[in-house]
């Protein structure tokens, strides 16, 4: 039953919830990009804060804006831009970089259907304050002048690698084999073609075309187990004096985080892939402190993790659908292993 002090606390978190969630709507909405812009271009100055997206006509870009030039006066801007660059010919950007160039600004839009999806709205819930987009190679300039974060460095050269992986494939395969490898290897959908869509979705296995919980399971699965077969291989002697400083189990568990972290950030690190990274990171803290696996509390706690920075996560109907399905999931298996349990427990009276 639910005891005074439980539900004091319970109370506590909605509130506190409910707070953190007002805050992050009222600071997320801070921009002066749309307010400010009117049907004129403007100069924008700002840096590249995601992995560049890349599609048969151009690329994709979110810029975090610091300067704007309006009728020749310089301003500070803040807001993030969804920017289009199409035809931008042999250029390349990567995350971190510093770039400048000229356009209208305008807030994001969709369609007004009542109870539709409204893209506006889901780049709002983003983060995303503005949309804009510039034609050809000179559209768009890299500054040099400024200097890289750790954390933009070390992005950046996993966007290189990432759009290294995309130029070769660009290069060696052809549809449906190209839009089938980018968008299941790197994430990127814009090159699948609509009737390979149509034919996944009337199967319903679409959701093998992006990359979500199956994809990083299966690959941490796949490197826990082959790193814990390959250290068992080891001679007896050696297995030894190893198992006293690391269990082949830990040491599996150190192999696979790393791979794990590395391809969720070559993938973009979309909101679907970071919900199966936290969750493939809980498990495997539970497989290091040696505690029982328990699929409802790891499920709870990537959800807690993952709206704690964002609570505006929790709109999204992905986030919804993908926590839901797993709890079923959970909660059924849960049953199932209890009622396993209390006949073997009359079995054994018996």
Same mark, same amino acid.
């Given at each position: 039953?639910l005891?005074?002090?439980?539900?004091?606390?319970?109370?506590?978190?909605?509130v506190?919830?409910?707070?953190?969630?007002y805050?992050?709507?009222?600071?997320q909405?801070?921009s002066?990009?749309?307010?400010?812009?009117d049907?004129q271009?403007?100069f924008?100055?700002?840096?590249?804060?995601?992995?560049?997206?890349?599609?048969?006509?151009g690329?994709?870009?979110?810029?975090?804006?610091?300067?704007m030039?309006?009728?020749?006066?310089e301003?500070?801007?803040?807001?993030?831009?969804?920017?289009?660059?199409?035809?931008?010919?042999?250029?390349?950007?990567?995350?971190?970089?510093?770039v400048?160039?000229?356009?209208?600004?305008r807030?994001?839009?969709g369609?007004?259907?009542?109870g539709?999806?409204?893209?506006g709205?889901?780049?709002?819930?983003?983060?995303?304050?503005?949309v804009?987009?510039?034609?050809?190679?000179?559209?768009?300039?890299v500054?040099?002048?400024?200097?890289?974060?750790?954390?933009?460095?070390?992005l950046?050269v996993?966007?290189?690698?990432?759009q290294?992986?995309?130029?070769?494939a660009?290069?060696?395969?052809?549809?449906?084999?190209l839009? @089938?490898? &980018?968008?299941?290897v =790197?994430?990127?959908?814009?090159?699948? +073609?609509?009737?390979?869509?149509?034919? #996944?979705?009337? /199967?319903?296995?679409?959701?093998?075309?992006?990359?979500?919980g199956?994809?990083?399971?299966?690959?941490?699965?796949?490197?826990?187990?082959?790193a814990?077969?390959?250290?068992?291989?080891?001679?007896?002697?050696?297995?030894?004096?190893?198992?006293?400083?690391?269990?082949?189990t830990?040491?599996?568990?150190?192999?696979?985080?790393?791979a794990?972290s590395f391809?969720?950030?070559?993938?973009?690190?979309?909101?679907?892939?970071?919900r199966?990274w936290?969750?493939?990171?809980?498990?495997?803290a539970?497989?290091?402190?040696?505690?029982?696996?328990?699929?409802?509390?790891? @499920?709870? &706690?990537?959800?807690? =993790?993952?709206?704690?920075?964002?609570? +505006?996560?929790?709109?999204?109907?992905? #986030?919804?659908? /993908?926590?839901?399905?797993?709890?079923?999931?959970a909660?059924?298996a849960?049953?199932?292993?209890?009622?396993?349990?209390?006949?073997?427990?009359?079995?054994?009276?018996?």
């Amino acid at each position: 039953c639910l005891t005074r002090k439980t539900g004091f606390i319970l109370f506590a978190l909605v509130v506190g919830g409910i707070g953190h969630a007002y805050w992050a709507s009222t600071t997320q909405g801070e921009s002066n990009l749309v307010t400010e812009s009117d049907e004129q271009p403007i100069f924008l100055e700002g840096t590249i804060v995601a992995p560049v997206r890349q599609t048969p006509d151009g690329l994709v870009l979110l810029v975090e804006a610091t300067h704007m030039v309006k009728q020749g006066e310089e301003q500070t801007a803040y807001g993030r831009i969804r920017l289009t660059w199409r035809e931008p010919g042999a250029s390349t950007l990567i995350y971190g970089d510093h770039v400048a160039f000229m356009a209208r600004v305008r807030e994001p839009y969709g369609t007004m259907n009542p109870g539709g999806f409204h893209y506006g709205r889901y780049l709002k819930r983003q983060g995303i304050h503005a949309v804009a987009t510039v034609q050809g190679p000179e559209a768009i300039r890299v500054q040099g002048t400024q200097e890289r974060t750790t954390r933009g460095f070390i992005l950046g050269v996993v966007d290189r690698w990432r759009q290294s992986i995309h130029h070769a494939a660009v290069s060696s395969l052809t549809n449906p084999a190209l839009g @089938l490898f &980018l968008g299941m290897v =790197l994430g990127e959908q814009s090159y699948i +073609e609509s009737d390979i869509r149509d034919a #996944f979705m009337a /199967s319903g296995t679409v959701h093998i075309l992006s990359i979500s919980g199956s994809h990083l399971g299966l690959l941490a699965l796949l490197i826990f187990a082959g790193a814990r077969w390959s250290l068992r291989q080891l001679p007896t002697v050696w297995l030894e004096q190893l198992s006293l400083r690391l269990t082949a189990t830990r040491f599996a568990v150190l192999i696979t985080l790393p791979a794990v972290s590395f391809y969720t950030l070559l993938a973009g690190a979309e909101m679907a892939t970071v919900r199966s990274w936290i969750m493939i990171v809980v498990c495997c803290a539970g497989i290091w402190l040696g505690r029982e696996r328990n699929l409802v509390t790891a @499920l709870a &706690l990537a959800a807690l =993790l993952m709206v704690l920075p964002h609570p +505006e996560a929790i709109q999204d109907i992905s #986030f919804q659908l /993908s926590y839901l399905s797993v709890a079923a999931i959970a909660l059924v298996a849960q049953a199932r292993k209890e009622k396993e349990s209390n006949l073997s427990g009359l079995d054994a009276a018996f």
